[in-house]
């Protein structure tokens, strides 16, 4: 990075975190630490769970996938816009109306001290090791960038966002996020436009979106039935939905967050905003992969794009056939580039393309071949999988990126991070204090106590979020991981809440025990079949609607009704 | 669409007096809304439906 690059990083590091903090200055007591005494506008907390949900991973992951596999992603929202419809009917009038601090606060009301309670411990499980993912990704950008270790980054990163997050609690955390998430559509624009631009003359966007077309980069629905594959419209539908369900309708981070605004109007318009304008946005993200795909069509790409990766095989007893590997990947790329010009020369004269289309498909997949192969190599040699889909954009921003832009890149990689990070480490600590410190360990605890405490939590779960984001690099493609660690919790944890909302007869023996059978039917689900992890979602909340059901049914038989 | 309409009765709750059944941007009612949305999710998938028909430039 250059010094230009350098002081566009710094000028954003200092400007967001110093209007965060004046924003907080507001804040009274624990409400205005966990809920900014709910007096924040819609379009801020819209912003804000947009900001929360797009974190670094999606950045970084995100357009490393489609650069490998394409558009096909995409599908795993297409059950958001529903989702929210129906948070915003069913689950926003109790969690606002009942003036919680926490979704788990509601439980409580509905089926007793231990649901609440192990609900709410899922959620710190669950979400403490997705923060550390959350920290490690752009750790990743950093060591690629300055040759630094991941270590060292990973704890510049938790320091910076745990002293805000700490000091100005959930309303610097929102107002961040407002800049964070502007600054990610800025950085969204600008990429796209620079992939654009860095073509060779002559190449235009119908070129770019035709040579996509040649490997189907842009096929974004599936419609086949099959369980067992994450990327079709119905995993996406069906499953999405649950995802999305659970994870806006009953994940802390994100209840927390339109339990700030000023009204239940604008808690709703927030989660509105959002089913317009999340789809679109994953869409541009996305599409950047794509475009990288095609610009790589001129450019020679490296056959495995984590540098560290790279230099542990060459010093490696392996490192004479990775060599040769790379020759032969620069062949077939140097192929695929001479048949790529061939074709749009082709089609600017309006000649026939099938022989171009043909040659350019089989060098492809001879490319694919030569990159699994070369990370078989890698994996081999550092004795884990090879985690090369989330260098891929960063690596184009290093050696692409004018002076300057490249700054300012890094800093919305690091804006989409620490916008997800801190919402994480607020909702962590709001769970964790209002949830098990308030509700077993200190219940007569003062104002200032609890505050102390609140602050305390914070830095607790960024310590703990540290030590996740250490073993994050094992677990391949980020944006899969964290999903996969929320699938094993989230689809239960979204039953007792239904339970909890359509039926009336469901008391707490109900609940407990629909908990448990989800939890297990979904692991059972998980380790013994091969069923996509987006279905895990439906698998556990429909487990414990119908054990739950069932169970309370027959617990009060013979007594008085309880719940409703 | 009512508050009633939408579940909020459930709660059993205070009504927020912001919440009562006024227009909600070019929206008279949250049901008019919540349609909006819906019409918007099938049509992205249309778009996208599209673009993976028209834009798929395999080899034959």
């Given at each position: 990075m250059t010094i230009l690059d350098w002081g566009v990083f710094l000028v954003y590091f200092l400007g967001v975190v110093g209007f965060a903090l004046w924003q907080s200055r507001k804040n009274v007591g624990t409400a205005g630490y966990f809920l900014a005494n709910k007096r924040l506008p819609w379009l801020a907390i819209g912003l804000s769970v947009m900001a929360t949900q797009a974190s670094a991973i999606t950045f970084i992951g995100t357009t490393g996938q489609a650069f490998d596999d394409g558009m096909e992603f995409i599908q795993t929202y297409l059950g958001l816009p529903i989702a929210m419809v129906i948070i915003c009917i069913l689950f926003v009038p109790f969690f606002y109306r009942g003036g919680f601090y926490t979704a788990y606060e509601y439980l409580e009301t509905r089926f007793g001290p231990a649901t609440r309670s192990l609900t709410a411990f899922l959620f710190l499980l669950s979400r403490g090791m997705g923060a550390g993912i959350i920290l490690y990704a752009p750790a990743i950008v950093l060591s690629v960038i300055l040759g630094w270790d991941e270590v060292v980054t990973i704890a510049i990163m938790a320091v910076i966002t745990i002293l805000y997050t700490t000091v100005g609690g959930i309303t610097a955390v929102i107002w961040t996020d407002v800049v964070q998430m502007l600054m990610m559509f800025g950085g969204i624009a600008v990429a796209l436009t620079a992939l654009l631009v860095g073509l060779p003359s002559g190449v235009g966007f119908g070129d770019v979106v035709y040579i996509g077309g040649i490997q189907e980069m842009w096929t974004s629905i599936d419609l086949s039935w099959d369980p067992t594959n994450t990327y079709t419209i119905w995993s996406g539908l069906i499953g999405g939905l649950f995802l999305a369900l659970a994870y806006f309708g009953t994940d802390q981070s994100q209840v927390q967050r339109y339990l700030t605004a000023e009204s239940l109007k604008s808690s709703r318009l927030s989660l509105i905003f959002n089913a317009f304008l999340k789809v679109p946005m994953q869409f541009a993200i996305l599409s950047i992969g794509v475009l990288l795909f095609v610009f790589y069509h001129f450019e020679t790409p490296p056959v495995v794009f984590n540098a560290a990766e790279v230099r542990l095989v060459r010093e490696s007893p392996r490192a004479e056939e990775f060599r040769r590997l790379e020759m032969e990947f620069g062949l077939a790329h140097a192929e695929r580039e001479q048949a790529t010009m061939a074709l749009l020369d082709a089609r600017h004269a309006d000649g026939d393309l099938t022989i171009y289309q043909r040659r350019i498909a089989s060098q492809d997949a001879r490319l694919r071949e030569l990159r699994v192969g070369a990370k078989d190599i890698v994996s081999d040699v550092r004795g884990s999988a090879s985690n090369d889909v989330n260098y891929v954009f960063p690596t184009y921003l290093i050696e692409f990126f004018p002076p300057g832009l490249v700054g300012l890149m890094i800093a919305v990689i690091f804006a989409a991070a620490m916008s997800s990070l801190d919402s994480e480490l607020t909702a962590l600590s709001s769970a964790t204090v209002v949830d098990f410190y308030r509700r077993w360990w200190r219940k007569d605890a003062t104002e200032e106590q609890t505050l102390r405490m609140s602050r305390v939590a914070t830095l607790m779960w960024g310590v703990f979020a540290f030590g996740v984001a250490l073993y994050a690099g094992q677990l391949g493609s980020l944006i899969e991981a964290v999903n996969q660690i929320g699938s094993l919790f989230y689809g239960s944890l979204l039953g007792v809440f239904l339970l909890a909302f359509l039926v009336d007869r469901a008391n707490e023996a109900g609940a407990f025990t629909g908990l448990v059978v989800g939890m297990t039917a979904v692991g059972l689900v998980a380790f013994f079949t091969d069923v996509s992890w987006l279905w895990y979602n439906v698998v556990g909340a429909v487990t414990v609607v119908a054990v739950g059901t069932a169970v309370s049914v027959m617990a009060s038989r013979g007594r008085p009704l309880a719940g409703g | 669409m009512s508050e009633r309409d939408d579940g909020?009765?459930?709660?059993?709750g205070a009504q927020e007096p912001d919440d009562s059944g006024e227009p909600i941007g070019p929206f008279r009612t949250w049901r008019a809304l919540y349609t909006a949305v819906l019409i918007w999710a099938a049509i992205l998938i249309g778009l996208l439906y599209a673009f993976t028909v028209t834009l798929d430039h395999s080899a034959p």
């Amino acid at each position: 990075m250059t010094i230009l690059d350098w002081g566009v990083f710094l000028v954003y590091f200092l400007g967001v975190v110093g209007f965060a903090l004046w924003q907080s200055r507001k804040n009274v007591g624990t409400a205005g630490y966990f809920l900014a005494n709910k007096r924040l506008p819609w379009l801020a907390i819209g912003l804000s769970v947009m900001a929360t949900q797009a974190s670094a991973i999606t950045f970084i992951g995100t357009t490393g996938q489609a650069f490998d596999d394409g558009m096909e992603f995409i599908q795993t929202y297409l059950g958001l816009p529903i989702a929210m419809v129906i948070i915003c009917i069913l689950f926003v009038p109790f969690f606002y109306r009942g003036g919680f601090y926490t979704a788990y606060e509601y439980l409580e009301t509905r089926f007793g001290p231990a649901t609440r309670s192990l609900t709410a411990f899922l959620f710190l499980l669950s979400r403490g090791m997705g923060a550390g993912i959350i920290l490690y990704a752009p750790a990743i950008v950093l060591s690629v960038i300055l040759g630094w270790d991941e270590v060292v980054t990973i704890a510049i990163m938790a320091v910076i966002t745990i002293l805000y997050t700490t000091v100005g609690g959930i309303t610097a955390v929102i107002w961040t996020d407002v800049v964070q998430m502007l600054m990610m559509f800025g950085g969204i624009a600008v990429a796209l436009t620079a992939l654009l631009v860095g073509l060779p003359s002559g190449v235009g966007f119908g070129d770019v979106v035709y040579i996509g077309g040649i490997q189907e980069m842009w096929t974004s629905i599936d419609l086949s039935w099959d369980p067992t594959n994450t990327y079709t419209i119905w995993s996406g539908l069906i499953g999405g939905l649950f995802l999305a369900l659970a994870y806006f309708g009953t994940d802390q981070s994100q209840v927390q967050r339109y339990l700030t605004a000023e009204s239940l109007k604008s808690s709703r318009l927030s989660l509105i905003f959002n089913a317009f304008l999340k789809v679109p946005m994953q869409f541009a993200i996305l599409s950047i992969g794509v475009l990288l795909f095609v610009f790589y069509h001129f450019e020679t790409p490296p056959v495995v794009f984590n540098a560290a990766e790279v230099r542990l095989v060459r010093e490696s007893p392996r490192a004479e056939e990775f060599r040769r590997l790379e020759m032969e990947f620069g062949l077939a790329h140097a192929e695929r580039e001479q048949a790529t010009m061939a074709l749009l020369d082709a089609r600017h004269a309006d000649g026939d393309l099938t022989i171009y289309q043909r040659r350019i498909a089989s060098q492809d997949a001879r490319l694919r071949e030569l990159r699994v192969g070369a990370k078989d190599i890698v994996s081999d040699v550092r004795g884990s999988a090879s985690n090369d889909v989330n260098y891929v954009f960063p690596t184009y921003l290093i050696e692409f990126f004018p002076p300057g832009l490249v700054g300012l890149m890094i800093a919305v990689i690091f804006a989409a991070a620490m916008s997800s990070l801190d919402s994480e480490l607020t909702a962590l600590s709001s769970a964790t204090v209002v949830d098990f410190y308030r509700r077993w360990w200190r219940k007569d605890a003062t104002e200032e106590q609890t505050l102390r405490m609140s602050r305390v939590a914070t830095l607790m779960w960024g310590v703990f979020a540290f030590g996740v984001a250490l073993y994050a690099g094992q677990l391949g493609s980020l944006i899969e991981a964290v999903n996969q660690i929320g699938s094993l919790f989230y689809g239960s944890l979204l039953g007792v809440f239904l339970l909890a909302f359509l039926v009336d007869r469901a008391n707490e023996a109900g609940a407990f025990t629909g908990l448990v059978v989800g939890m297990t039917a979904v692991g059972l689900v998980a380790f013994f079949t091969d069923v996509s992890w987006l279905w895990y979602n439906v698998v556990g909340a429909v487990t414990v609607v119908a054990v739950g059901t069932a169970v309370s049914v027959m617990a009060s038989r013979g007594r008085p009704l309880a719940g409703g | 669409m009512s508050e009633r309409d939408d579940g909020a009765d459930r709660t059993g709750g205070a009504q927020e007096p912001d919440d009562s059944g006024e227009p909600i941007g070019p929206f008279r009612t949250w049901r008019a809304l919540y349609t909006a949305v819906l019409i918007w999710a099938a049509i992205l998938i249309g778009l996208l439906y599209a673009f993976t028909v028209t834009l798929d430039h395999s080899a034959p």
